[in-house]
């Protein structure tokens, strides 16, 4: 069976390693292991990502798909009266993101295992940030995004980066379908980051 890096309990050897890198003006350390996604280098589009958020002080945001970590950690600093949760359907990028938020001394993020939405069930957040796992195809992603409306509270947003041949075009476009708005608000290295915003009220929360 091909193993992606999305896969559940991964079973390849361990191959640890421990990478830095310079995030918003801060040097951070990873540990990193085989079947985690950009194991050698934080990955470009989640770089793009992190060095474009905006987000208020206190902030509730979710990692999407966290891997080892870098975006939740990253931004965690942006937040320092918020919370960050990372959640990953991968256990081993799950064990590694809690070894590195330890590791960078981050004390207001949580890491939960599962799929998408399922660790924070009930939980509502002011933005959901993904770079989402374009190899798991794109009905999983669409479900991820259309998902993302009954996270986030009224006036939060979701961002997404992802890289345009692979498809990020499309993907704002059901943003778009889903929000009723999507903008391109950085580009570079072939990545583009899209934001939108959740005007209408959730899902759920109609007064009837
Ligand atoms: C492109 S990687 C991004 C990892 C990390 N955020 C980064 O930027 O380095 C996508 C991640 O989504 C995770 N993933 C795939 N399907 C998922 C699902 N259904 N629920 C939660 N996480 C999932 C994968 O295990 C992978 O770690």
Request: include cysteine.
């Amino acid at each position: 069976m091909v193993e992606h890096y999305f896969t559940r309990e991964p079973g390849a050897r361990h191959r640890e390693k421990l990478i830095t890198a310079r995030l918003r003006g801060r040097e951070y350390r990873f540990w990193t292991d085989s079947s985690v996604f950009s194991k050698d280098r934080v990955d470009r589009g989640t770089r793009l990502l992190i060095e474009g958020v905006s987000l208020r002080e206190d902030a509730w945001v979710l990692d999407l798909g966290c891997g080892y970590g870098p975006i939740g950690i990253a931004v965690a600093a942006l937040v320092p009266r918020g919370r960050v949760y990372l959640v990953d359907v991968n256990e081993r990028a799950v064990s590694l993101a809690r070894r590195n938020v330890e590791l960078n001394g981050v004390g207001n993020a949580i890491v939960l295992q599962g799929e998408g939405y399922e660790p924070v069930a009930g939980m509502m957040f002011d933005a959901i940030l993904t770079n989402p796992p374009i190899r798991a195809g794109r009905k999983v992603i669409v479900g991820l995004i259309a998902e993302a409306r009954t996270h986030l509270r009224e006036s939060g947003s979701f961002w997404l980066v992802a890289r345009t041949r692979q498809g990020v075009l499309s993907l704002a476009a059901e943003m778009e379908r889903i929000f009723g708005n999507a903008e391109e608000c950085e580009k570079g290295g072939g990545f583009r980051v899209i934001r939108s915003q959740n005007l209408r009220p959730s899902i759920g929360l109609r007064e009837t």
